[in-house]
């Protein structure tokens, strides 16, 4: 995953960089800076509107008591959008303005539905980690185990020393 970053941090200058030329070269170069800040103008008003509308329909399924996981996904979607979207370059415009698009948004939530691993925040590796290690997760026996406790604080040292309460341990030098 580390190596698919970084190579995107070196990629993906050098292609904006290579666009920028094409599309200057094309229509001249105030025309290109126009057109990059008007994406970004454009997709920060969908990127408002679209985002307001996803904050309404997770308020409403957590009113109906349902995890909005759609709309947080959603969310997530569009704030990456945004962030492509004001990124300046025309390649992360085209990545910004698809997160944008609901049946985009579907798309790559199915993919990611079919491909991911759910690893519950208990463990590391999760279940079907450990499984495949032939190791037992941890509450497979469905053990419970009942306990007290009580908070136990020590009492706070002298600041003094040892010898206490500031006075020179009674030597009269």
């Given at each position: 995953m580390g190596l698919v970053v970084l190579v995107l941090l070196i990629v993906m200058?050098?292609?904006?960089?290579?666009m920028f030329i094409q599309v200057g070269d094309a229509i001249g170069l105030w025309p290109t800076l126009g057109a990059i800040i008007l994406t970004a103008v454009i997709?920060?008003?969908?990127?408002?509107?679209?985002g307001s509308a996803v904050l309404v329909s997770a308020y409403k399924s957590m009113d109906a008591g349902r995890v909005p996981v759609k709309?947080?996904?959603d969310g997530a979607c569009l704030v990456l959008g945004g962030v492509f979207l004001l990124t300046p370059g025309f390649i992360t415009d085209t990545i910004g303005?698809?997160?944008l698009i609901p049946a985009v948004r579907m798309m790559i939530a199915a993919w990611?539905?079919?491909n991911a691993t759910v690893v519950p925040p208990s463990?590391?590796?999760g279940r079907?980690?450990?499984q495949e290690q032939g190791q037992p997760w941890p509450d497979d026996s469905g053990a419970v185990i009942d306990g007290e406790y009580e908070t136990v604080q020590e009492k706070p040292k002298?600041?003094?020393g040892p010898r206490g309460n500031g006075q020179n341990g009674g030597s009269n030098g």
């Open positions: 200058p050098i292609a904006e960089i290579a997709g920060a008003a969908l990127l408002r509107h679209q709309e947080i996904f303005f698809l997160l990611v539905m079919r463990h590391p590796h079907a980690y450990r002298d600041i003094e």
